[in-house]
């Protein structure tokens, strides 16, 4: 007999971390049965379903597809990991956080499911995409897209059939569980891919696997570079691509929507070839007014990006290039510990003039100490070591020059601690606030 089920979205997401002995575990076979029990194999659970996979772009290129379908009036649901401040970040139901309700909901279906016969251990990731599978299909909204957590081939979201697959781009990543093999990670991610249906490829760099495995099942192949482009202009810059029955088409003066525009480009591909047809003025809409937090996200003279190897670090490096500012950079850098750091600090030092490394929680974490001795080791300039991103961040907001800016970078945990430090420290002064109002 299950247990009774947990009534608060902390408890459920406690319980759901403790119930698996690891937590990656690669495979289709336990949550495919699952979601067979749930229901979920016996139908679309949207009225077009696009998966993206890709080591470095998958959540910008999700987020510009979600606000393309809203522009166009088209209901939608979107399904990414891992979240910054709240899990809820992770299912966007029609352009909203979903619910506690909704999620808890989710949970409740799957711990059902998985204890409907012999029980079957799943992760929390694993879980979690069936929740959030389990309440898109509920909605049943006309465009549902889904960011693969790891690899591609055997990660939980491949579990549903894409129309429309995307890889964005191909990098040394998660080499415990991938590899360092380019070729063989590219294969894992175009493993998303299903015979006949669209494949877009986002890089014009991509390993020749990705293409190879798209060939291999007959899947139409759609390249950045090749059946679709992006071009500057005088006033922003333009689009060209093909809808479904292969007419070209064309969208000009679009804006920089502040993420990278190879993602742009890719998403407005992808959304063609789930069947819609592009307006021009929705597409500029929905390019000026996207958001992504701990994207190149600017708040005054600190910068949040969550980029965390070093094909991520280059892109942030050169953003910063173009936008030169009069006084130092500085990186406060929290990196866990299997994570690339020489390659992260090689590909930003161009960019960086000072160092604050920041030590972060948890068994995989690599401390400000251990950053440092990188840093040295390199001959970058260190100006303190702080104990978490939220002492780090306070350090520096009494260290900086007017004319001096921040990156916040290395994991998606230093920006979140960041952000998480900042909303206590507003949250404590609204309190103040109200207190000497009474």
Known sequence: MRDAPSSSLEAWLARLEAAHPVDID?????????????????????????????????GSTVTMLEALAREHGATTATYTSPHLLRYNERLRLDGREA?????????????AARCDGEPISLTYFEAGTLGALHAIRARGPELAILEVGLGG????????????????TIARDHAAFLGDDLEGIGREKAGIMRPGRPAVLGSSRLPASVAATAEALGAPRHALGDTYHRTPEASGWSWRGLDVQGKSLRVAALPDPGLPLDNAATALQAFALAGWELDAAACRRALSR?????????????????????????????????????????????????????????????????????????????SAEALGERLGALEARVLHLADSPGEGAAWLADHLDPDDRVLVCGSFFTVAGVLAAWAGAAQTSTDAGSEGMT
Not at 99 to 111: K, Q, R
Not at 292 to 316: F, K
């Open 99 to 111: 619910t506690n309700a909704e999620l808890i909901d989710g949970f409740e279906a799957v711990e």
């Open 26 to 58: 690669l495979g289709l076979e336990r949550v495919a049965e699952v979601a067979r029990r749930m229901g979920l194999l016996e139908g679309p659970i949207a009225g077009r379903l696009i998966t993206v996979a890709g080591t470095n772009g998958k």
């Open 153 to 168: 081939r055997l990660d939980a979201v491949n579990v549903l059939d894409a129309d429309v697959a995307v890889v964005t």
């Open 290 to 366: 996207v958001e992504l937090p701990g994207r190149m996200q600017w708040r005054g003279q600190w910068c949040l990006d969550v980029g965390h190897n070093p094909h991520a670090a280059e892109y942030l490096a050169g953003r910063l290039a173009e936008r030169p500012c009069r006084g130092r950079t500085i990186a406060l850098l929290g990196m866990l510990a299997d994570k690339d750091a020489d390659g992260v600090i090689g590909a930003l030092a161009p960019a960086v003039d000072a160092w604050l490394p920041v030590s972060l929680d948890g068994d995989r974490a690599r």
